[in-house]
């Protein structure tokens, strides 16, 4: 399967800090999106990022790909306690309709 | 932005009973789908609806689920027989032009809990 795998797992940083998070995953993609989850919530769209690009800009997120190495980094800058949610990459394969499948998450905790 | 909208945002149900998941996703889109949420794991894709049948589905999307678009509107998840292992967030998706080309809009998800 294409599934993405973030890592940490969880993260904990102060208020003010950067964020990294990573995606790795396993074959071939269209895109690589990222989603945000508050706990218990929906699931908020972040960012795509297509296979031919390698970074992109939303905001204070910026995101890369790396297709040689199948990962892909978010980083959040100047954290803010609000930030404070679950990260999902989710990768849509390059054939067929498949739909995207998620990986299992980074619980970023930013203190105060 | 537009927004899927989901309903109920609780459901609880009596292990055995049947259950429909409603779901109004954005109105010109042309790809729908369910995924679920088991408490404190991944998000996991159960099905994809497209041209008024089923494009694709998962090993979850037994026998015990359906699908519905019954009114061009609606999109609906039926689990025929609730088990207390479908407890779960269940979030449904759409699209404009699929995944591939495009990010997939995603409701507030209705958490059921099977009893």
Redesign the interface.
């Known amino acids: 399967s294409q599934q993405g795998e973030e890592d940490p797992q969880a993260l904990s940083i102060q208020e003010g800090e950067n964020a990294t998070m990573n995606c790795s995953y396993k074959t071939s993609i269209n895109n690589l999106q990222w989603y945000r989850q508050n706990s218990g919530r929906g699931l908020v769209h972040l960012i795509l990022i297509r296979s031919n690009e390698r970074e992109k800009h939303s905001g204070r997120l910026r995101v890369t790909l790396d297709t040689s190495k199948k990962s892909s980094s978010l980083l959040i800058t100047a954290s803010r306690a609000a930030d404070t949610a679950s990260y999902f990459c989710a990768t849509d394969a390059s054939s067929g309709n498949t739909p995207l499948v998620f990986g299992k998450g980074t619980r970023l905790s930013v203190i105060a | 932005e537009p927004e899927v909208t989901q309903t109920p945002s609780h459901q609880v149900t009596q292990m055995g009973q049947e259950v429909i998941l409603r779901c109004v996703p954005i109105s010109n889109h042309l790809?729908f789908?369910w995924?679920r949420q088991i408490l404190g794991?991944?998000?996991?894709?159960l099905v994809?609806f497209?041209n008024n049948e089923i494009?694709?589905k998962s090993e979850i999307f037994d026998d015990q689920f359906s699908v519905e678009r019954p009114d061009g509107s609606n999109f609906t998840l039926k689990i025929r027989s609730t088990k207390l292992e479908d407890s779960a967030?269940y979030?449904c998706?759409s699209s404009l032009a699929?995944?591939?080309?495009?990010?997939?809009?995603?409701?507030?998800?209705t958490?059921l809990t099977v009893v």
């Open positions: 790809y789908y995924y794991q991944k998000v996991e894709f994809s497209y494009s694709e967030m979030f998706a699929g995944t591939t080309k495009g990010r997939a809009f995603f409701g507030q998800g958490r």
